[in-house]
């Protein structure tokens, strides 16, 4: 670490600030740059840089391009614009973030006072938001480190951010054919290229790094483990989730349709090369295209119009069939869910009032591919019973509408719980696995343990806070237990037809 020691003038975007001597500015040198941070509660944090050029007029739609020298000053003061947005999280009646698409951004916390040789572990964390929305800024990292120095094990927190929606997740046969299916994925792996060459100038060990996220974070971690044939490439050591494992995707012709109705509210329906002309459509009607399909908590909710899909290269099959055929990174790995996942995002089904109008919607939005029979086993194991549903143990209490507990235990388990027991199930014997479901915040009036409530947790900090640095120091995390044990500690058994309160995390 190297602190500024003479009057120096610092140019930014705002303006000219002037620095003296008596204020100790954190500064750390980038190959020819010099990066200013600032302190923050016994932390240095160093946010905002870029760690890809801009994915900006000819850039757009294409794999993110490194930066391969960096000059001059670059103040780090400040986090960096969010993403372009799709709605966002329910109940947030603040203005939508400052968003541009030069967004590709890397946030660095440490501990203040570190040793130019210090190496410490690195909790690196994707962000949530249904690959729709999300940004760095919403997760301040600064407990995280501050826990871990009262802990004795001092780590470096790190996140970045990633193209979102139509911006980082296109699909369609043209994107395809051009090789730039799921950028937001590839983004993302840069990043963590990015660190694997930057982050010992920070005080990091580039041996020492854990992939962390929650949502679609955590589904992007995930991915990280199970694409490239489950070759890691030395970018991580160990992984952490939390309500996210890999996912059911789909071909990425699938999403052809919404593909299609960006080439018609762009202007570029005509074009000889659409994806040229989607590349040169102004930003503001792109944008406004994008704004018009479906968000996270709409109908659609969990069947998502923009998301990873199967591109032929950096996911060469759905994601559930990579850890079934052996293509899984075999790193150490947390995985983890709350206990009523689906009570979020079915909150506008109201309208699901007999079994008719549930199978109509499952075969409308969740199981569109599914023959009818499925879908009426499906519904078989899923009873018209209220005491058995989400939020579970809360008896005939919080029912919203006749079908919502039946629908939020279908959604659960099909986007979250059913993906991690099987991620569990594929690695058992193979790599050191551990599991929790959270059970907290049981009370909270018809969503119960919902989805997200984990990111309150483990950031508050609390005892999960601590399972966390303890597995970035690998140390074993007590209290825990191996995947098979948690595979057979089916909710069914537990909590299905019991009307009792639960609280804690198990």
């Known amino acids: 670490m190297r602190f500024s020691t003479t009057f120096f003038l610092l140019v930014c975007s705002g303006g000219v600030i002037a620095l003296t001597s008596d204020l ?24 905002g840089i870029p760690f890809a050029l801009p994915p900006t007029g000819r850039r757009r739609f294409v794999p993110p391009v490194p930066y391969d020298v960096y000059t001059g000053v670059i103040n780090a003061t400040a986090y960096g614009l969010a993403c372009p947005q799709l709605g966002g999280p329910p109940g947030n009646p603040g203005p939508p973030p400052a968003e541009s698409e030069d967004c590709l951004t890397m946030n660095i916390i440490r501990p203040a006072g570190l040793k130019s040789y210090t190496r410490l572990p690195v909790a690196v964390w994707f962000h949530g ?49 051009a090789g730039v299916g799921n950028l937001g994925l590839r ?24 992939i962390w996220g929650e949502s679609a974070g955590a589904m992007s971690v995930a991915v990280e483990m199970i694409t490239n044939g489950g070759h890691t490439d030395g970018l991580f050591r160990a992984a952490f989730m939390q309500s996210g494992s890999p996912q059911g995707a789909g071909d990425i012709e699938l999403g052809q349709p919404y593909y299609d109705f960006l080439l018609r509210k762009t202007g570029c329906e005509d074009a000889e090369y659409t994806l040229e002309c989607l590349r040169d459509a102004p930003f503001e009607s792109l944008k406004a295209a994008v704004n018009q399909t479906a968000g996270l908590f709409s109908r659609h909710n969990l069947a998502l119009a923009w998301k990873p899909r199967v591109d032929g290269e950096f996911l060469v099959d759905d994601p559930p069939q990579l850890p079934l055929r052996g293509s899984v990174g075999r790193v150490p790995f947390v995985t983890g869910d709350v206990d009523d996942e689906g009570t979020l995002f079915v909150q506008p089904l109201g309208d699901l009032n007999m079994t008719a109008d549930l199978k109509n919607y499952l075969q409308t939005f969740y199981l569109a591919s599914a023959h009818e029979k499925e879908v009426d086993e499906i519904l078989s194991l899923y009873p018209d019973d209220v005491t058995q549903g989400p939020p579970f143990n809360t008896c005939t209490a919080n029912v919203a509408y006749p079908q919502y507990k039946r629908v939020a235990a279908i959604a659960g388990d099909i986007a979250f719980q059913a993906p991690r027991r099987l991620l569990l199930d594929s690695t058992f014997g193979k790599q050191d696995s551990w599991a929790f479901l959270s059970k907290r915040n049981k009370t909270t009036p018809i969503v119960g343990s919902f989805h997200t409530t984990d990111i309150g947790i483990i950031y508050a900090p609390s005892d999960l806070t601590d399972y966390l640095i303890r597995h970035l120091w690998k140390i074993p995390l007590l209290g825990s237990f191996r995947s098979k044990q948690s595979t057979r500690s089916s909710r069914s058994k537990s909590s299905s037809g019991a009307c009792q309160s639960s609280s804690g995390t198990s």
């Open 24 to 47: 100790r500015i954190p500064q750390i040198h980038l190959s020819h740059a010099s990066v200013v941070g600032k302190t923050v509660s016994n932390t240095e944090q160093f946010l």
């Open 129 to 177: 938001g249904g690959f729709l929305f999300g940004r760095t800024e919403s997760n301040d990292g600064t407990p995280i480190v501050i826990r871990s120095m009262e802990l004795n094990m001092p780590v470096i927190y790190a996140s970045m951010q990633y193209r979102l929606n139509a911006f980082g997740f296109l699909p369609g046969k043209e994107v395809e054919a």
């Open 187 to 210: 983004d993302q792996r840069m990043a963590l290229k990015w660190i694997q060459q930057h982050i010992a100038s920070f005080g990091g060990d580039p041996y020492k790094v854990t």
